[in-house]
Nanobody, 121 residues
C-alpha cells in the first residue's frame, strides 16, 4: 500500500516562506505526474500547481512567480516551495502523485493527508 506523507506546513508571517514535502512511503517503480491542491475553509479544493511526467509545469495565476513545484526521484519526494506568502494562501495543502508500484504495470493516483499552512498578516 502506497502512502504519501506530507510535511512542512505551519504558521508563517506574510512575506515568509515554507517548503512542503510529500514523500511516498513504499517501494515504487516510478513517479509520474504530480500536483498540489489547497482547500481553504468554506471553499472548494483548488489546483495550485501541477507537473506532467515530462516535466511541464503549470501554476494557478494566484501563485505564479511565488510557488515552485519540484521533485527528487531518488527520494520519491515532491516539493512545493512557497515564497512571498500571503494571508490568502492560508489553507490545507494536499499533494497528489501518479505512481506505478513495483511489480505492477498500473499507474494510480494517491493523495497525501494534507498539511495546514497559515499565513498571518
Amino acid at each position: 500500500q502506497v502512502q504519501l506523507v506530507e510535511s512542512g506546513g505551519g504558521l508563517v508571517q506574510a512575506g515568509g516562506s515554507l517548503r512542503l514535502s510529500c514523500a511516498a512511503s513504499a517501494s515504487i517503480f516510478s513517479i509520474g505526474a504530480m500536483a498540489w491542491y489547497r482547500q481553504a475553509p468554506g471553499k472548494q479544493r483548488e489546483l495550485v500547481a501541477s507537473a506532467t511526467n515530462g516535466g511541464t509545469t503549470n501554476y494557478a495565476d494566484s501563485v505564479k512567480g511565488r510557488f515552485t513545484l519540484s521533485r527528487d526521484n531518488a527520494k520519491n519526494t515532491v516539493y512545493l516551495q512557497m515564497n512571498s506568502l500571503k494571508p490568502e494562501d492560508t489553507a490545507v495543502y494536499y499533494c497528489k502523485i501518479y505512481i506505478r508500484r513495483l511489480g505492477s504495470t498500473q499507474i494510480a493516483d494517491y493523495w497525501g493527508q494534507g498539511t495546514q499552512v497559515t499565513v498571518s498578516s
